[in-house]
C-alpha cells in the first residue's frame, strides 16, 4: 500500500476515532459527551475568570457537589441519568439562580398576569393553577398578589416556543420545560414556560403545570434552586401528585429568608 493511499484512508477516519474523548468522559458515547458539555455549559456558567475554572472537569465537579454526588469530575450513568431528566432552565449556580443580592419585591402587594396561555389546558384551569401556586408561597410570607387582566404586571406569565424575546430560547419537548427571572424591571419576575410540552393539571399524562408554575414563581420571588430532591426548587422535574403536593420545609426556609414569616393571625 503506497503512502497517499494511508494517508488517503486516515482522512476518511470518523472524527471519534482520529480523537479519543477525553479521560473526564468516563467511557460515555460521542453523543453524550456532546450532550453534557452542553448541559454543563449552560447550567454551570463560570463565575471567575481563570481557566480552570472554566474547564469542563470544574464544571462537572460544580454539579456532582451540587446534586450530593461523589466529586470526581468524570462523567458516569449516573451524571448522565440527571442530565437528561426535564429541568428549569434557570442555571444551577452563578449570579443568575443564587442571586446573591437577593433580589425581592418591596411592596407587599405583587400584581401578575397571565399574557398567553396554552392549548393544552382550558383559560379557567391555568388562572386556578397560577393563583394557587401563588398561594402556595404567600401562605408563608407577608405578601400577596392581585391578578391584573391589562397593562404591565409585576410578573407577566406566558407560553411561548423556540426564540421569543428573552435571549433564552426553549428547545422544543423535554430537556427545559420553563425558567424564570428574579424580581425587577423589565423582564424581572417574569415566568415563561415551553409551549413545546403538553401541560396538564396532574389528572392525565404530561407536565403538572401546578408543579411547575409553583417552582418558576418561586424564581419570580427571589429563589434560586436546592439541592434537597425534595424542595419544589430543586432544578429537575419529577411527578407528583397534585393532592400531595407542597412546599418542603427548604422551600419555606429559603422564601421566609427573603420575606419573613407570615403571622399565625394571617395565615390562610
Known amino acids: ?20 474523548l477525553p479521560r473526564e468522559a468516563g467511557g460515555v458515547s460521542e453523543p453524550q459527551w456532546r450532550h453534557a458539555q452542553d448541559y454543563l455549559k449552560r447550567f454551570y456558567p463560570p463565575d471567575s475568570e481563570s481557566r480552570e475554572a ?8 460544580l454539579m456532582q457537589r451540587f446534586f450530593r454526588l461523589p466529586v470526581t469530575g468524570v462523567l458516569n450513568s449516573r451524571v448522565i441519568e440527571i442530565m437528561q431528566k426535564p429541568r428549569c432552565g434557570v442555571p444551577d449556580i ?4 443564587l442571586f446573591p443580592t437577593q433580589p425581592k419585591w418591596i411592596s407587599r402587594v405583587v400584581t401578575y398576569r397571565v399574557v398567553s396561555y396554552t392549548p393544552d389546558l382550558p ?19 407577608p405578601l400577596s398578589f392581585r391578578r391584573v387582566l391589562v397593562g404591565t404586571a409585576d410578573i407577566m406569565i ?11 430560547p426553549f428547545d422544543g419537548p423535554g430537556n427545559t420545560l420553563a425558567h424564570a427571572f428574579a424580581p425587577g424591571p423589565g423582564l424581572g419576575g417574569d415566568a415563561h414556560f415551553d409551549e413545546d410540552e ?19 414563581l418561586g424564581h419570580s420571588l427571589g429563589l434560586g434552586h436546592s439541592s434537597d430532591p425534595n424542595a419544589v426548587m430543586y432544578p429537575t422535574y419529577r411527578v407528583t401528585d397534585s393532592k400531595d403536593f407542597k412546599l418542603s ?7 421566609q429568608k427573603l420575606y419573613g414569616e407570615k403571622s399565625n393571625s394571617r395565615k390562610n
Request: aromatic share 10%; glycine share 8%; proline share 3%.
Open 1 to 20: 500500500m503506497g503512502l497517499a493511499t494511508v494517508l488517503c484512508a486516515l482522512c476518511l477516519l470518523p472524527r471519534r476515532m482520529a480523537w479519543p
Open 54 to 61: 472554566d474547564s469542563f472537569e470544574a464544571r462537572l465537579k
Open 94 to 97: 452563578a449570579e443568575y439562580s
Open 123 to 141: 383559560r379557567v384551569i391555568v388562572n386556578q393553577l397560577v393563583a394557587k401556586a401563588l398561594r402556595m408561597w404567600s401562605r408563608e410570607i
Open 158 to 168: 406566558g407560553f411561548a416556543r423556540g426564540a421569543h424575546g428573552d435571549y433564552y
Open 198 to 216: 403538553h401541560w396538564t393539571d396532574g389528572s392525565r399524562i404530561g407536565v403538572n403545570f401546578l408543579i411547575t408554575a409553583t417552582h418558576e
Open 249 to 255: 420545609p427548604d422551600d419555606i426556609e429559603g422564601i
